[in-house]
């Protein structure tokens, strides 16, 4: 079992900033890679960035230059650096993995909103 406790998200104005934290426990060293997800209001949960295995990085087109995703090495922490928020990023987003033989495992999430 892996489980996640996502931090960070909370208010900020179009143009701010806001880093999201993801402390993982558990079975760890099994993790195949890292993600985070969102979903607004009414909408469809959607993957916003993922680091895999060996720490490379990949985006969906409309956080591309403005996220940044990372982790720790001992994968036992994940992050997301938002940048050039704009209100279409108001979310709850969730800290994901995918662990041992192809097992997903959720953090809670924690809502960010982008508004002035």
């Known amino acids: 079992q892996v489980q996640l406790v996502e931090s960070g998200g909370g208010l900020v104005e179009p143009g701010g900033s806001l880093r999201l934290s993801c402390a993982a426990t558990?079975?760890?060293?099994?993790?195949?890679?890292m993600d985070w997800f969102r979903q607004a209001l009414g909408k469809q949960r959607d993957l916003v960035a993922t680091i895999d295995n060996v720490g490379d990085p990949s985006y969906v087109d409309s956080v591309k230059g403005r996220f940044t995703i990372s982790s720790d090495n001992d994968k036992r922490a994940l992050y997301l650096e938002m940048h050039n928020l704009i209100p279409e990023d108001t979310a709850v987003y969730y800290c994901?993995?995918?662990w041992g033989r192809g097992w997903r495992s959720w953090g809670q999430g924690t809502q960010v909103t982008v508004s002035s």
């Open positions: 994901s993995v995918l």
């Open positions: 558990g079975s760890t060293d099994s993790i195949l890679h």
